[in-house]
C-alpha cells in the first residue's frame, strides 16, 4: 500500500530534522573548540561577502577633514551662538571614519558620541571641524585596535568626549568638566529594561512600583 506524504506531513518532517540538527550544533558549538572556531571562520566570511561597506581605519582621512566636511552657517539649539566653518553632518562625519551613517547614528543614541550642538539652516544637527577631528583621532587610534567601538570602550569614549569639550571650548563654547562628566556617566548606565503592558501588551518603560499593580491586574482577570 503506498503512503501519500502531505505537504504539511512534509513541512513538520523537515522542521523536525532542521530542530534536531540545530540542537546539534548548538551542542558541537559548546563542547568542541574547533567546531566553534570552524563555525565562526565561516560565519565571518558569509558576513564579509554580503557586507560590500569596506570597513577599515580612519587615519588618512584626519589631513584631509577638510575636504570632507562642508563650510555651513550654523547656530546652537537656542541660536545663542552663530558659526562659520567647515562642519559635518552624520553622513559627513561617517565617510571621514570609513563607516555608514547608521553607525553614527548608533553611536550617538548609545552614548558613545557626544550628541551635536550645532544645526544647520535646514534644521540638522552638525559636528565642527575642530570637534570632527577629535572624534576622528581618537577612532584612528581605536580602530587601529578593534573594528568595533561598544559601551565597554570607556577609555575610547572618555578621551572623544573630552577632545569635543576642547574643541567646543576653542570656539568659544563653555562646558564645565562636571557637566561633561555627568554626560559620560549618563552614557555608560544600562538603559531601562521595557516590559510589556499589562493589559495593552504594548511595551513601556517599567518604573518602580508597577511589578505590583501589574500583577494585582493579571491577578484580577484569573
Request: net charge positive; charged share 35%.
Amino acid at each position: 500500500m503506498r503512503v501519500t506524504t502531505t505537504k504539511s506531513t512534509k513541512a513538520e518532517n523537515e522542521r523536525r530534522w532542521a530542530d534536531a540538527r540545530n540542537a546539534r550544533r548548538r551542542e558541537a558549538y559548546a563542547t568542541d573548540p574547533d567546531f566553534k572556531e570552524r563555525t565562526g571562520r565561516l560565519n565571518r566570511g558569509w558576513y564579509r561577502s554580503k557586507n560590500t561597506m569596506q570597513y577599515g581605519g580612519c587615519r588618512k582621512n584626519i589631513a584631509k577633514l577638510a575636504s570632507i566636511g562642508v563650510v555651513r552657517t550654523v547656530t546652537t539649539e537656542d541660536g545663542a551662538f552663530l558659526h562659520k566653518g567647515t562642519t559635518f553632518r552624520f553622513e559627513e562625519l561617517a565617510n571621514a571614519i570609513n563607516r555608514n551613517t547608521q553607525v553614527i547614528r548608533r553611536y550617538v543614541a548609545g552614548g558613545l558620541l557626544p550628541p551635536p550642538l550645532f544645526f544647520s539652516e535646514t534644521k540638522q544637527p552638525v559636528y565642527s571641524i575642530g570637534e570632527a577631528r577629535a572624534v576622528v583621532t581618537v577612532l584612528a587610534d581605536h580602530y587601529e585596535k578593534t573594528a568595533y567601538y561598544r559601551q565597554n570602550h570607556t577609555d575610547t569614549r572618555e578621551k572623544i568626549f573630552f577632545g569635543v569639550e576642547k574643541a567646543r571650548l576653542d570656539l568659544g563654547i563653555t562646558i564645565s568638566r562636571r557637566d561633561l562628566s555627568d554626560e559620560i556617566r549618563k552614557s555608560t548606565e544600562p538603559s531601562r529594561r521595557r516590559r510589556p503592558h499589562a493589559a495593552t501588551g504594548k511595551t513601556r518603560r517599567a518604573t518602580s512600583g508597577d511589578e505590583p499593580a501589574a500583577r494585582s491586574r493579571v491577578d484580577r482577570r484569573r
